[in-house]
């Protein structure tokens, strides 16, 4: 079982449409949790981050944790073009290394 | 307001040759994390370090590779006697604290091609 699970790809989504993006994570210890946007060839460049259980609003994005369930989510509302990339999720344990799923590749359909 | 720096972007070497990739983190950081990405594949973890200290090296190879963040100057990964399967982006972060909240900032990273 890998540390950190995304669900498998790609997603294609119509433009304007909530693209859904999802994580698991094996370790409990890990205390705080990363999106990441990555453009091919492109290195990552970070969206989200979210410690608490709850829901975290920045804009169109919204990232969802359940440490419980050990699930970390991301919503993009009304997707457009440019959102089409491969998003990395990543956990992070206090002793701050991070562990990265492979990523899930969304294509957003104009 | 600099963001992370690495160089070369781009470096091809031969079989047997060494590699050497330079980090130069944001200002006002002083930890650096070392990830490497193959073609299709996510980043994984190599090594974590402040300043003169390697605080954890578990996602490196045992042979060949090393890395090192000196007092002064950049953090060095060095990949010696290069063979074709290092071939890959090598992406550096840094970070201004350690922990669990500490959000990492990437560098466009350093893509390695080994003939």
């Known amino acids: 079982q890998k540390e950190v699970e995304q669900n498998s790809g790609p997603l294609s989504v119509p433009e304007g449409a909530i693209a859904s993006l999802n994580c698991t994570y094996s370790d409990r210890g890990s205390q705080s949790f990363f999106w990441y946007r990555q453009y091919s060839g492109k290195s990552p460049e970070l969206i989200m981050f979210?410690?608490?259980?709850g829901d975290k609003e920045d804009g169109r994005f919204t990232a969802q944790l359940n440490k419980a369930s050990q699930y970390v989510s991301l919503l993009i509302r009304d997707s457009q073009p440019s959102d089409s990339a491969t998003y990395l999720c990543a956990a992070n344990t206090n002793a701050g290394k991070s562990t990265f799923g492979d990523g899930t590749t969304l294509t957003v359909k104009p | 307001n600099a963001g992370v720096m690495q160089n070369p972007r781009h470096l091809v070497r031969r079989r047997g040759q060494e590699a050497r990739l330079r980090c130069s983190p944001m200002?006002?950081?002083?930890?650096v994390y070392w990830y490497r990405q193959l073609p299709e594949e996510g980043l994984k973890f190599m090594v974590y370090l402040q300043k003169e200290n390697i605080i954890d090296e578990s996602g490196m190879p045992k042979e060949r590779f090393s890395a090192e963040f000196p007092k002064e100057g950049p953090s060095i990964l060095r990949i010696q006697q290069v063979v074709r399967g290092d071939s890959a982006a090598y992406f550096c972060?840094?970070?201004?604290?350690?922990?669990?909240?500490?959000?990492?900032?990437f560098g466009p990273g350093t893509r390695l091609t080994v003939l």
């Open positions: 200002k006002g950081h002083s930890h």
């Open positions: 972060a840094s970070s201004p604290r350690s922990g669990g909240a500490n959000e990492q900032f």
């Open positions: 979210i410690y608490s259980n």
